[in-house]
């Protein structure tokens, strides 16, 4: 199965309402990126952690990343309309150059 | 940020023609470019990684005859869909690595 996965798969919620997505992965990593992608649109980078920090914040976006467990989240807080995209967790293995992607979470936000 | 840059955004081609697809880093120099394609609504698949003045490595399944990468500068590389057929019709991603990937816009090729 794929590196990063992950979940839920889809998630639909209300404008101003906050959305929580998770990605597990499975072996080592350097770090973890995330990226939203509107539909039939290339990858848009959102933010990357690094193997040795915990918690990261951009604007409304913030990223959590616990190595132990092999997972992060990103959260969005006070969704809108315009955050309605696929998001992706990419991670950067120490012993390859490539970074191999989840399935994403679609997200929805209704007006 | 490291910028990607991906040309032709979007193409429509006939069947058995070839069509090449150019993958920039614009602010910075790249050994290693990798090249990603994705089917609607399904995840980037990787198909192989570029490497700077040596040949590409493709992943299990991807045909090298059928897509040819030339990575013949630190900042350019090339992706060749040869004799495309309406079944090579995807999206077609190109990243280069600064510590994090970096991808380019994406490619839309439409085989008729």
């Known amino acids: 199965s794929q590196q990063g996965e992950e979940d839920p798969q889809a998630l639909s919620i209300q404008e101003g309402e906050n959305a929580t997505m998770n990605c597990s992965y499975k072996?080592?990593?350097?770090?973890l990126q995330w990226y939203r992608q509107n539909s039939g649109r290339g990858l848009v980078h959102l933010i990357l952690i690094r193997s040795n920090e915990r918690e990261k914040h951009s604007g409304r976006l913030r990223v959590t990343l616990d190595t132990s467990k092999k997972s992060s989240s990103l959260l969005i807080t006070a969704s809108r309309a315009a955050d309605t995209a696929s998001y992706f967790c990419a991670t950067g293995n120490t012993n390859a150059g490539k970074s191999t992607f989840g399935d994403g979470t679609t997200l929805t936000v209704k007006p | 940020g490291a910028v990607v840059s991906q040309h032709p955004s979007w193409v429509i081609c006939k069947s058995g023609t070839s069509v090449k697809i150019e993958c920039r880093s614009l602010d910075f120099q790249a050994t290693t470019m990798f090249w990603y394609r994705q089917f609607p609504k399904q995840s980037l698949m990787l198909m192989a990684t570029s490497n700077e003045g040596s040949k590409a490595t493709y992943e299990q399944g991807v045909e090298k005859d059928k897509f040819l990468i030339n990575h013949a500068s630190l900042t350019l590389s090339t992706l060749t869909v040869t004799s495309a057929h309406p079944e090579d019709s995807s999206f077609y991603i190109c990243?280069?690595?600064?510590?994090?990937?970096?991808f380019g816009a994406g490619t839309r090729l439409s085989v008729l």
């Open positions: 072996t080592s990593i350097n770090n």
């Open positions: 990243s280069a690595r600064v510590e994090a990937q970096y």
